[in-house]
């Protein structure tokens, strides 16, 4: 029987991951539910308030000096890094300070073999803290490794994003919504703010995207020339979840209406990154998001501004006499970085969460049948499956390749069924006709007479759903079809050598040879999209494919 369930699962194993946060990663802010978050920001604040009154804190610590934590930083970190390594260093765990610059990946070695063999390096979990070129690193390590831990029989590694290219700094928005939550008074019905500065290279500002999901209501203003707009992925899954999103061109522009909001926050300038792009407009982006002393009047009197830090010592988009201002919320921002990161650290090592009762990550799971078996009806006439003028006795036919699509596209598709599916020394034939049953249109056809059903296996059915959905294979017998199967667009396309991301900086991408599982999940039918499992990059349906 050629019927499939297709059951995949984004996450670990499982309805709902489990309350208890040990051997959890954190590689994208979505990794945790907004009622998770909540509690890594309430066990901040009641750390922080222990610290400050000298009280016990030991209850927050993981104490267990066989517990490793990693620092790999293949990019420039100071704040980042260093609050972390100071954070493990609180928690009385192994703190490894990982030299990128020495070790075996000037030997061209792939970070999956480097961390597989860290792991052997400890009698007891290992978490690692990556900051990477290559975006979705964690996510794969996370997969990958956690496998390996599983078959050599130490615990499950936790994996943290310390920041992957301009995708996601789950751990900097951490600290930002619970400066945010300090802000409010940890009120959490509604938040308004600005998001300014280089919000297209910006990944704290990508990250907010899904971490201001903890307020219930949120209005955001991207303010940013078009250089520096947000990437439209972000703002459209912005309005996706619930917030209320303008644009405005300049924070003097932005001004020049009446509803400002008394939360900023900003982010430096990566000029460097656009090259030639924006030759001689330097100076317009730079005076298109930096505050100067002439908007003091035109903001409230109680606005804070926010800042990932570093800021750019000649050209910062909050100048140095803002320091001494009530507008300074970015140096106790800073100092946040150092608590919310001990919590984390916490989670994933063990020592908090048991006492956690909200809802937790839901884990999406997708029971759908994508190759349907038709009914047959019972006629008493044999129905002939031709191709072009010669009649199919005995063998299969696949009918109905791209129908309604232009000519190019069906020869296109029929090509790449040909070279995946490995028919080019299989006897038949293939071609692009009129169809009958809609005129007007054309339809791709490829007969292969010699081969029979066996020759579709599951895997190769999935394939061929993954080629051209929608669609039929019939199974012919007596130059009558006998069997008729239907395929739809799968949930998830993967594992083919044929596809690659199309972002260049994904951990997934052939050229950075992560041997990183190519990995696609469908975000809506009407029209095909699907999403990177690892860089969340969208990509239309025939972008995926490399041939």
């Known amino acids: 029987d050629l019927k499939l369930q297709f059951l995949y699962f984004i996450g670990r194993e499982g309805a709902t991951m489990p309350a208890h946060f040990e051997g959890r990663s954190l590689s994208v802010v979505n990794d945790l539910s907004p009622d998770e978050q909540f509690y890594l920001y309430d066990a901040t ?42 954070a493990a260093m609180f928690h009385g765990c192994k703190v490894n300070v990982f030299d990128a610059a020495t070790s075996s990946f000037n030997k061209k070695e792939s970070i999956t073999d480097t961390v597989k063999m860290l792991c052997g390096y400890s009698t007891d979990q290992s978490i690692f803290i990556v900051r990477s070129k290559l975006e979705g690193t964690c996510t794969w390590l996370d997969k990958v490794v956690g496998e390996y831990c599983k078959t050599v029989g130490v615990p499950r590694a936790s994996f943290i994003n310390a920041g992957d290219g301009r995708h996601e700094h789950p751990t900097q928005e951490f600290l930002d919504e619970f400066s945010f939550l300090e802000q409010k008074q940890w009120d959490r019905s509604e938040i308004h703010l600005v998001l300014t500065g280089d919000l297209y290279h910006g990944r ?17 203003d991207l303010v940013a020339p078009t250089e520096l707009e947000m990437p439209a992925e972000y703002v459209e899954r912005m309005v996706a979840n619930g917030f209320i999103v303008r644009k405005f061109g300049s924070i003097d522009e932005y001004l020049k209406q009446d509803d400002v909001a008394s939360i900023w926050y900003y982010t430096r300038l990566q000029l460097e990154r656009m090259g030639d792009k924006i030759l001689g407009r330097e100076d317009f982006l730079r005076r298109a998001v930096t505050f100067r002393k002439d908007m003091f009047s035109k903001v409230p009197k109680d606005a804070k501004f926010y800042h990932p830090l570093p800021r750019h010592q000649k050209y910062p988009v909050l100048p140095m006499f803002l320091d001494e201002t009530t507008f300074n919320a970015y140096d106790p921002q800073s100092v946040n970085g150092y608590y919310t990161r001990i919590i984390e650290l916490s989670m994933c090592g063990g020592a908090l969460g048991e006492d956690f009762k909200g809802v937790p990550k839901q884990v999406e799971t997708v029971t759908e049948e994508f190759v349907e078996r038709v009914e047959m009806q019972s006629t008493g006439a044999k129905k002939e499956m031709r191709t072009g003028i010669k009649p199919v006795a005995n063998g299969l036919v696949i009918d109905h390749i791209c129908r309604g699509d232009d000519i190019v596209k069906v020869w296109k598709t029929i090509a790449k069924m040909m070279k995946i599916l490995q028919l080019a020394d299989v006897v038949g034939t293939a071609g692009v006709f009129e169809s009958t049953s809609a005129k007007g249109t054309v339809k791709g056809i490829v007969s292969l007479p010699s081969l029979t059903e066996s020759f579709f296996t599951k895997t190769m059915l999935k394939k061929l759903s993954a080629i051209s959905p929608e669609c039929t294979l019939n199974v012919i017998e007596d130059n009558k079809v006998v069997t008729k199967y239907r395929l739809h667009m799968p949930p998830r396309i993967y594992d083919f050598e044929e596809i690659d991301c199309t972002n260049s ?18 975000r ?9 499992a690892y860089c969340e990059k969208p990509h239309n349906f025939d972008d995926i494919w490399s041939i």
């Open 45 to 86: 604040r009641r750390l922080k308030e222990a610290v400050r009154s000298k009280a016990d804190v030991t209850p927050f610590k993981i104490q267990d000096p066989d517990k490793a934590v990693y620092l790999i930083f293949m990019e420039d970190s100071t704040r980042t890094k260093e609050s972390f390594r100071n």
């Open 204 to 220: 704290t500002v990508h990250s907010k995207t899904d971490g201001l999901r903890v307020f219930n209501k949120v209005r955001v």
């Open 505 to 522: 900086s994904c951990i997934s991408h052939s050229k950075n040879h992560e041997h990183a599982m190519k990995d696609f999940v469908r």
């Open 524 to 532: 809506s039918i009407d029209p095909p999209t699907f999403s990177c």
